[in-house]
């Protein structure tokens, strides 16, 4: 695999393990729980290592972007199908402008090559 594709794929591993890791912080009950709340560590901390990698290629700017802007969509999907909270519209449409924001960013920016 390619060095960019490499990248890409640190990218969405990163993505993948921020949302376990706040749904794991959710299930620590305010960090009471020992297991959920060493796990959420451990996620984060595996988090933060892939984006690290996907910063060889990426830019710093396009891939935080996409991380929190995805990890934020992706962690709003998991209150709803696994805690049950509701969103208002309000929510939605803020939720809405991230994505916007994020395909502006990867459309459409010369930042960086993406």
């Known amino acids: 695999m390619n060095p960019m594709m490499m990248s890409w794929a640190a990218l969405g591993g990163a993505i993948v393990c921020e949302v376990i890791g706040t749904t794991l912080l959710a299930r620590s009950e305010h960090i ?4 959920p709340t060493l796990a959420s560590a451990a996620f984060y901390a595996a988090s933060f290592y ?3 990698q ?3 290629h990426l830019p710093l700017g396009i891939a935080y972007a996409i991380w929190g ?3 934020i969509i992706l962690t709003a999907v998991v209150s709803v199908v ?3 909270q509701r969103l ?3 929510a939605v449409a803020g939720i809405g402008l991230i994505v916007a924001g994020v395909i502006v960013v990867n459309a459409f920016s010369k930042s960086g090559a993406h």
């Open 69 to 71: 802007g995805v990890g």
């Open 50 to 52: 892939l984006l690290a």
């Open 88 to 90: 208002d519209w309000i």
């Open 32 to 35: 009471t729980k020992l297991v």
């Open 54 to 56: 996907a910063l060889r």
């Open 82 to 84: 696994v805690f049950k």
